[in-house]
């Protein structure tokens, strides 16, 4: 018996290493801490992706008439995102679902198909929790400090886009075009000075345009 519970607490102790490991544990463990302190109300705007949402610290002055929650995480992807779904998404029972995730996958060798099979993924996923909970996913934007991947990015957008206009209660909004100067080249001045983050400037030029499809 001793020794059984020898091997039990071993592998408690395995479980729980392993599980600190893994990528993004501890921003999801200040997310489920932030939960046990005052749990988000029910029926808010639930932001979750990358860390474009991450930085967006000041989000809820963004869009004053919505109560937005901000689970946005680090640099992750989508394989992320699906990974903890169950703790970043399905405890909180939103009207509405707003993503931004994809860009950190091509880094990682994704091709733009391999994206949005990973969007696809992820929607269905979340419909096996919110069948009818409206889905909004933002598209990929063109950061200068990643411009060697713009014709993925381009391709997968569209395809996004297309694949999105036969799903039921699922927008795609495009915030890409917007982040060009008239000569097609890519507004600096919206991002800090990494290239990688928008500024204040950025988001500001974000909200006008997912302002209208906000519920």
Request: aromatic residues 12%.
């Amino acid at each position: 018996m001793k020794k059984l519970s020898l091997i039990l607490l071993f592998l408690t102790a395995f479980i729980t290493l392993k599980a600190q490991d893994a990528p993004f544990y501890n921003e999801i463990r200040n997310f489920k801490k932030q939960d046990s302190i005052q749990f988000p109300p029910k029926k808010a705007i639930l932001f979750v992706g990358s860390s474009t949402f991450t930085n967006w610290k000041d989000v809820q002055t963004y869009f004053p008439n919505h109560v937005i929650i901000n689970r946005g995480f680090g640099g992750s992807s989508l394989p992320h995102v699906i990974n903890y779904a169950p703790d970043i998404i399905f405890p909180y029972h939103p009207k509405q679902i707003v993503i931004y995730c994809g860009e950190n996958d091509f880094t990682g060798g994704a091709t733009a198909q391999v994206v949005v099979d990973r969007v696809k993924q992820l929607i269905d996923l979340i419909r096996t929790k919110y069948p009818k909970v409206p889905l909004v996913y933002i598209s990929i934007k063109p950061s200068p400090s990643r411009e060697k991947y713009m014709p993925q990015m381009v391709e997968a957008n569209k395809v996004i886009a297309e694949m999105t206009k036969k799903l039921k209660r699922v927008t795609f909004v495009n915030t890409y075009d917007a982040m060009f100067n008239p000569d097609g080249t890519i507004m600096t001045d919206i991002f800090l000075k990494d290239n990688l983050h928008m500024n204040a400037k950025g988001y500001a030029i974000w909200q006008k345009i997912m302002e209208p499809y906000l519920k």
